[in-house]
Nanobody
């Protein structure tokens, strides 16, 4: 089992920045991918960014150049630095942890990000 605890959401004005954090605990010692998804009101959950424990990253086209994902393997923590935020980024952001071999995955509880003036 893997437990995920997210933090860092909040209200920010357009053009502002936020940093999300997600700490994983439990059986996290195997090859894995950590990432972020988001779900806006009335829409499906969508991929935002991911990073392997080797450091390979992937981003949704909508956030490229604005968001940066990183991780601290010693702390089993993944971060999402979000810059130049837009109203369209408003959503609940969910942390995801997936084992690379078995593809078993886990979700965090979600953290609200609201971009509004």
């Amino acid at each position: 089992q893997v437990q995920l605890v997210e933090s860092g959401g909040g209200l920010v004005q357009p053009g502002g920045s936020l940093r999300l954090s997600c700490a994983a605990s439990g059986r996290v010692f195997r090859s894995n991918v950590m990432g972020w998804y988001r779900q806006a009101s009335g829409k499906d959950r969508e991929f935002v960014a991911s990073i392997t424990n080797g450091g390979s990253t992937a981003y949704a086209d909508s956030v490229k150049g604005r968001f940066t994902i990183s991780r601290d393997n010693a702390k089993n923590t993944v971060y999402l630095q979000m810059n130049n935020l837009e109203a369209e980024d408003t959503a609940v952001y969910y942390c995801n942890f997936k084992f690379s071999v078995t593809q078993d995955y886990y979700w965090g509880q979600g953290t609200q990000v609201t971009v509004s003036s």
